[in-house]
């Protein structure tokens, strides 16, 4: 069964920062980043339990468990997500170099 796949603000604004820094240097780069994230998206809709929920404990304050699952071609770039009942819910995109500590100030 697929679910939805939907997206926080703040995950909408982590996607256009990601493509305006990788644009700069690369066009094609920021298009396949997009094409990515599009291609994780659909992996998530048909297969949500597949991210790993072992940063879930930094965010007990989720109702359900925080996931994360890398982008393909971008091993830095990580989607964290909720697997709700009802549908994936992408919260932050991620650059792993950042650190956990900044993930989640904002909803």
Same mark, same amino acid.
């Given at each position: $069964? /697929? !679910?939805?796949?939907?997206? =926080?603000? =703040?995950? %909408?604004?982590?996607?256009?920062?990601?493509?305006?820094h990788l644009r700069k @240097?690369?066009?094609t780069a920021a298009r !396949?980043? *997009?094409?990515?994230?599009? /291609?994780?998206?659909?992996?998530l809709s048909e297969h949500?339990?597949? @991210?790993? /929920?072992?940063?879930?404990?930094?965010?007990?304050?989720?109702?359900?468990? *925080? =996931?994360?699952?890398?982008?393909?071609?971008?091993?830095? &770039?990580? #989607?964290?997500? $909720?697997?709700?009942?009802? +549908?994936?819910? #992408? #919260?932050? &995109?991620?650059? +792993?170099? =950042? @650190? *956990?500590?900044?993930?989640?100030? %904002?909803?």
């Amino acid at each position: $069964m /697929t !679910k939805p796949v939907v997206q =926080r603000p =703040r995950a %909408d604004r982590d996607i256009d920062d990601v493509f305006a820094h990788l644009r700069k @240097g690369s066009p094609t780069a920021a298009r !396949k980043f *997009l094409d990515s994230v599009v /291609t994780a998206y659909r992996m998530l809709s048909e297969h949500p339990a597949s @991210g790993s /929920t072992r940063h879930a404990p930094s965010c007990p304050e989720l109702p359900y468990p *925080l =996931r994360f699952h890398p982008l393909n071609d971008f091993p830095r &770039i990580l #989607i964290y997500y $909720m697997d709700r009942p009802d +549908a994936v819910e #992408i #919260i932050r &995109i991620w650059d +792993a170099a =950042r @650190g *956990l500590e900044a993930l989640l100030p %904002d909803p």
